[in-house]
């Protein structure tokens, strides 16, 4: 069964001060690695995706890495607006099977 | 172009009744999903369809239906709503294998 885990389920940190959010994943074989960032009230908002092992990809502040286990959201010099929860989920090859989500990592930045 | 829109935004039932949540996408995705979130319990998925007139089953399918009339619509029914399936829910859509794009959420309780 594929599963997605996240940890820490709650991160808190200084504006300023760097951290990385985990994602670990069991499938069998792996299509694509997908972060999303959900606000408050709103619905998940697509982030990044990672299809092999050794691929990075950044966008600000923000940069995702994967390996054959697990992928890192790393987060430099966060500001309060980064406060967020931070989704990660994993397709497995089959074109048609579903997305499996992790239980998110709820971040808060303070100023 | 709206993306994925979810109606209605908030709803109250009383136990027993039923109710229809009407996604919308505009975006020609053949894939739709509906998910479920509730606290501590990330994203589960209900039911998905890959295409017009077929659905499927996800993780937690119980006391649900689903329809895929036309391409752009998946609409979700609550046939006699439970207590237990007050929860914010979320529509979403995708080409194979790319990324999925979520709609604004329904909250709904029941009581």
């Known amino acids: 069964e594929d599963q997605v885990t996240q940890s820490p389920e709650a991160l808190r940190l200084q504006e300023g001060e760097s951290s990385s959010l985990n994602c670990s994943y069991t499938?069998?074989?792996?299509?694509?690695l997908f972060w999303y960032r959900q606000d408050p009230g709103k619905g998940p908002e697509f982030l990044f995706t990672?299809?092999?092992a050794g691929e990075e990809k950044e966008k600000e502040r923000l940069k995702a890495t994967l390996t054959k286990k697990e992928s890192f959201l790393h987060i430099t010099a966060p500001k309060p607006e980064d406060s967020a929860t931070y989704l990660c989920a994993v397709q497995a090859p089959s074109g048609n099977t579903p997305l499996v989500f992790g239980k998110g990592t709820r971040l808060s930045v303070i100023a | 172009n709206a993306g994925v829109t979810q109606t209605p935004k908030f709803r109250v039932l009383k136990t027993g009744q039923s109710m229809t949540l009407l996604c919308a996408q505009d975006m020609n995705h053949e894939y739709m999903y509906w998910y479920r979130q509730d606290p501590g319990m990330g994203l589960r998925l209900i039911h998905y369809?890959?295409?017009?007139?077929?659905?499927a089953k996800g993780e937690v399918p119980d006391g649900y239906n689903v329809s895929r009339l036309k391409k752009q619509n998946f609409l979700l029914g609550l046939e006699s709503a439970a207590p237990s399936q007050t929860s914010v829910y979320f529509c979403?859509?995708?080409?194979?294998?790319?990324?999925?794009?979520f709609g604004p959420g329904t909250r709904l309780t029941v009581l």
């Open positions: 990672l299809y092999s």
């Open positions: 979403a859509s995708t080409r194979q294998g790319n990324e999925q794009f």
């Open positions: 369809s890959v295409g017009e007139g077929t659905t």
């Open positions: 499938v069998s074989g792996l299509r694509g």
